[in-house]
């Protein structure tokens, strides 16, 4: 097989504790696949108060494979990962986090699959190592609603660590640029060749995970409202069910009155019914506001990022 290009898109926030050794063991990988392909590294940087931006400017002014697109403000990962596969124009794009959670020694594998005519390879997490016990359990609860709600079928452990073919890179470069991008479930859904290859996320090189309880419950939302309808139907059945249990208490209480003259008793739970009612109709219009704002979202057609600073030797 000739030699083909390769990118490597890794978004980086908050990194500088660990930028350095990741690079390192990146750059020794692709040092060693030169007789298979000529590669390029793009780092997509939210920024933040650290000096994470001036260490990967040193990086890049090392390497001359090496380029970072600065973030004006903090667009998320999501984001940091389109931004890099807007900016390649490469024959395989390999997404990574620069964490060392997913190790770059896995990417000749990848690209093996690659070689065998595999449009997307996806790793899939075995094992967190020293992953708490309720984040492990909030993870396996996540995926297995949204795959019971969803009709796209999304691997469970699947992390934003891939590889994507040129035709599947264009495919997002032109056709798919909505606002909140759940890559988990849109790689699946876009479809092509694709298989999975088995990993261990090893423990964080340095400091602290970057993603917090509330942005991984919004990662969790966005992809729920983006793959499935389900909660709003789920809104009509339970509204039906309550108006039928309303429906037979009006039935009950004519009845009685029409029997004995008088009302029944069951004030109490009478209100525990209109108490419970309005919890879940209060929770469903919460659901109903989702999937509003996401529609939102759409109609500003704001830019999904914003590039401050581009940095290349």
Do not use: A, C, H, P
């Given at each position: 097989m000739s030699l083909y290009s390769l990118t490597v898109v890794c978004p980086v926030f908050r990194e500088a504790e660990s930028i350095d050794r990741f690079h390192q063991r990146l750059t020794s990988v692709l040092d060693g696949m030169t007789d298979r392909c000529t590669s390029s590294v793009i780092y997509a940087i939210d920024p933040s108060n650290d000096d994470t931006v001036d260490k990967v400017r040193e990086l890049v002014l090392a390497d001359c494979r090496t380029t970072a697109l600065v973030m004006s403000n903090r667009f998320g990962h999501q984001m940091a990962l389109l931004a890099g596969i807007d900016a390649s124009d490469a024959d395989a794009v390999i997404m990574l986090d620069s964490d060392l959670q997913h190790p770059p020694e896995l990417l000749p594998d990848l690209l093996e699959k690659f070689e065998e005519g595999f449009d997307v390879v996806?790793?899939?997490?075995?094992?967190?190592?020293?992953?708490?016990?309720?984040?492990?359990?909030?993870?396996?609860?996540?995926?297995?609603?949204?795959?019971?709600?969803?009709?796209?079928e999304i691997v469970r452990g699947g992390a934003d660590f891939r590889l994507l073919s040129r035709r599947v890179v264009e495919v997002f470069q032109r056709d798919i640029r909505e606002r909140n991008q759940f890559l988990r479930g849109l790689i699946p859904w876009v479809g092509f060749r694709s298989c999975t290859i088995e990993f261990v996320a090893h423990e964080r090189h340095a400091g602290k995970s970057n993603y917090s309880v509330a942005r991984s419950i919004r990662l969790a939302s966005d992809g729920l409202v983006s793959f499935s309808k389900a909660p709003l139907r789920l809104g009509i059945t339970v509204g039906l069910s309550f108006a039928a249990v309303a429906f037979v208490y009006a039935f009950i209480t004519a009845v009685v009155w029409l029997t004995n003259g008088s009302s029944p008793s069951g004030w109490t739970s009478l209100a525990m019914l209109v108490a419970g009612f309005s919890g879940v109709l209060l929770a469903f219009m919460g659901v109903l506001g989702l999937y509003i704002g996401a529609i939102f979202d759409e109609v500003k057609a704001r830019p999904h990022y914003i590039i401050a600073e581009r940095i290349s030797r």
């Open positions: 996806q790793t899939v997490r075995t094992k967190t190592e020293r992953q708490g016990f309720l984040q492990r359990g909030l993870s396996r609860g996540f995926y297995r609603i949204l795959n019971t709600l969803s009709d796209t």
